[in-house]
């Protein structure tokens, strides 16, 4: 079974700097997708920004990118220039390539909260 | 416009009483899931369906049930069997061919 590791709890970023939310996985595949979630206080999940584990180029979505490694099954995300709106819980999750049945569900890390500070 | 709505945003119930969660989706998928979020714990699969009239256990589906009679409609039943009930519910849905999955607003159950 696949396991997402999310080993911190909490962080603080000041606002227009830069932060790095970690997370490791664990998995036997080898072809997979990766997510990042943003969880605002509405609890509303939104999507941030997504990794195919084929592709060796890091996705980047304007203030938000991923350093993807997949030998050491790392997948940390740097928001840049934070700001105010970026407080949130952030969620680290995994998916299978393989399509249907149970491998299609989400596999989530515990998630982290981010706050900023102006 | 397109989305999932679950209602009621908060629901309160009383210990031994059953209580129902509901999921609709107008995008026309076919996958449902229901999540589990508790303090610390991410969020746990419960149930999932990839099509109509058919449904699967997740990880944690020990006191809850569902259906899925319609494809829009996906309704989560917590069973007084449910040890501890008090949680963040989450519906979520997703094509079968797609990786992105949609989420609702969720649904805060309290017993009292």
């Known amino acids: 079974a696949q396991t997402v590791t999310q080993s911190q709890p909490e962080m603080s970023v000041q606002e227009a700097e830069t932060v790095t939310l970690s997370c490791t996985y664990d998995?036997?595949?080898?072809?997979?997708?990766l997510f990042w979630y943003k969880q605002p206080p509405s609890r509303q999940m939104i999507l941030v920004i997504r990794q195919e584990a084929y592709k060796q180029q890091n996705a980047t979505e304007n203030r938000f990118s991923v350093n993807f490694q997949k030998a050491a099954k790392s997948f940390s995300l740097k928001i840049s220039d934070s700001q105010l709106g970026d407080a949130a819980m952030y969620f680290c999750?995994?998916?299978?390539?393989?399509?249907?049945?149970?491998?299609?569900?989400?596999?989530f890390g515990k998630g982290i909260t981010l706050s900023v500070r102006p | 416009d397109g989305g999932i709505t679950q209602s009621p945003k908060y629901l309160f119930r009383k210990e031994g009483q059953n209580v129902t969660l509901s999921c609709e989706q107008n995008l026309n998928h076919d996958a449902m899931y229901w999540y589990r979020q508790d303090p610390g714990q991410g969020l746990r699969l419960i149930y999932y369906s990839q099509i109509v009239n058919d449904f699967q256990k997740g990880d944690i589906a020990e006191g809850y049930s569902v259906s899925r009679e319609k494809k829009e409609s996906f309704p989560l039943t917590v069973t007084s069997a449910q040890k501890n009930p008090t949680a963040f519910y989450l519906c979520?849905?997703?094509?079968?061919?797609?990786?992105?999955?949609?989420f609702g607003q969720g649904t805060r159950l309290t017993v009292v």
């Open positions: 998995t036997s595949e080898s072809d997979y997708y």
């Open positions: 979520a849905s997703s094509r079968p061919m797609d990786t992105e999955a949609f």
């Open positions: 999750a995994y998916r299978s390539a393989i399509m249907g049945g149970a491998n299609s569900k989400l596999t």
